[in-house]
C-alpha cells in the first residue's frame, strides 16, 4: 500500500497536511523496503512475530490526536496514507494502518483481524486494536497504539471485544455469525478511499 504513495498523492497531500507530509510518506516507504529485505519473502510464522513488532513500533510512533480536532467529525478512519501523512490519529487509524502495513509485507489476511472493544479503563469508551492469530485456533496477540508491547489476548482483560472484522468477513460474538466485512460502514468507506489511491 506504500506504492499508492505516488509523486501524485505526495503532492495532494503536502497541500492539505502541510510539508511535514512528504517526509512522513517517503519514510513509510523507506520502512517497507528495509523491512521487507530485512524479513524476506521466506519468512517462517515464527518469524512473524519479528515483523509484528516493526510495524508496532513504526505506526505507533504517530501522534495520538481525536477525529474531532483533526477532521471536524466524532468518528472518521483514515486510510494509511492519510494517517502517514497527517502524522496523526485515533486507535482506528493505527490499527487500520497496522493491518494494511502487515498485509503488504506478507502477513495473510486470515491471521488478522481489527477487533473493536469496549474498555474498562475510561467509562467502557470504544477501542480498536489488531489481532493477530499465529493459527485459526491460537489465542491471538494484540497491537495497541496504547503500548509498544504486543500481548495475548488474555493479558488484555481490559478489552471486551465487540466486533472483528478484515477483508472478508465481520464476526459479532454475540451473534456467532460472520458476514460481509463490507458490512462496517466506515469500512467500506477505507476501503473505497484506498482503491482510489491506488488508482490515481
Given at each position: 500500500?506504500?506504492?499508492?504513495?505516488?509523486p501524485?498523492?505526495?503532492?495532494r497531500?503536502?497541500?492539505?497536511?502541510?510539508?511535514?507530509?512528504?517526509?512522513?510518506?517517503?519514510?513509510?516507504?523507506?520502512?517497507?523496503?528495509?523491512?521487507?529485505?530485512?524479513?524476506?519473502?521466506?519468512?517462517?510464522?515464527?518469524?512473524?512475530?519479528?515483523?509484528?513488532g516493526?510495524v508496532?513500533?513504526?505506526?505507533n510512533?504517530?501522534?495520538?490526536?481525536?477525529?474531532?480536532?483533526?477532521?471536524?467529525?466524532?468518528?472518521?478512519?483514515?486510510?494509511?496514507?492519510?494517517?502517514?501523512?497527517?502524522?496523526?490519529?485515533?486507535?482506528?487509524?493505527?490499527?487500520?494502518?497496522?493491518?494494511?502495513?502487515?498485509k503488504?509485507?506478507?502477513?495473510?489476511i486470515?491471521r488478522?483481524?481489527?477487533?473493536?472493544?469496549?474498555?474498562?479503563?475510561?467509562?467502557?469508551?470504544?477501542?480498536?486494536?489488531?489481532a493477530?492469530?499465529?493459527?485459526?485456533?491460537?489465542?491471538?496477540?494484540?497491537?495497541?497504539?496504547l503500548?509498544g508491547?504486543?500481548?495475548?489476548?488474555?493479558?488484555?482483560p481490559?478489552?471486551?471485544?465487540?466486533?472483528?472484522?478484515?477483508?472478508?468477513?465481520?464476526m459479532?460474538?454475540?451473534?456467532?455469525?460472520?458476514?460481509s466485512?463490507?458490512?462496517?460502514?466506515?469500512?467500506?468507506?477505507?476501503?473505497?478511499?484506498?482503491?482510489?489511491?491506488?488508482?490515481?
Amino acid at each position: 500500500y506504500s506504492s499508492s504513495v505516488t509523486p501524485r498523492l505526495i503532492a495532494r497531500y503536502t497541500g492539505l497536511f502541510g510539508s511535514g507530509a512528504e517526509g512522513r510518506l517517503e519514510g513509510w516507504k523507506q520502512f517497507v523496503r528495509e523491512t521487507a529485505g530485512r524479513t524476506g519473502p521466506a519468512r517462517s510464522r515464527s518469524g512473524d512475530v519479528e515483523l509484528l513488532g516493526l510495524v508496532n513500533r513504526f505506526f505507533n510512533g504517530a501522534q495520538w490526536a481525536s477525529d474531532l480536532a483533526l477532521w471536524g467529525v466524532e468518528d472518521y478512519w483514515t486510510t494509511p496514507s492519510e494517517f502517514r501523512a497527517i502524522g496523526s490519529g485515533d486507535c482506528e487509524d493505527y490499527a487500520i494502518a497496522k493491518y494494511f502495513g502487515l498485509k503488504e509485507l506478507g502477513i495473510p489476511i486470515v491471521r488478522m483481524r481489527l477487533v473493536y472493544a469496549k474498555t474498562w479503563w475510561s467509562s467502557q469508551s470504544a477501542h480498536m486494536v489488531l489481532a493477530y492469530y499465529p493459527d485459526p485456533r491460537a489465542e491471538p496477540l494484540i497491537l495497541d497504539n496504547l503500548t509498544g508491547a504486543i500481548q495475548l489476548a488474555s493479558d488484555r482483560p481490559d478489552l471486551t471485544p465487540v466486533f472483528s472484522f478484515n477483508d472478508e468477513d465481520l464476526m459479532v460474538p454475540e451473534m456467532g455469525g460472520r458476514v460481509s466485512g463490507s458490512s462496517v460502514r466506515q469500512w467500506r468507506d477505507v476501503l473505497q478511499k484506498l482503491q482510489r489511491e491506488l488508482t490515481h
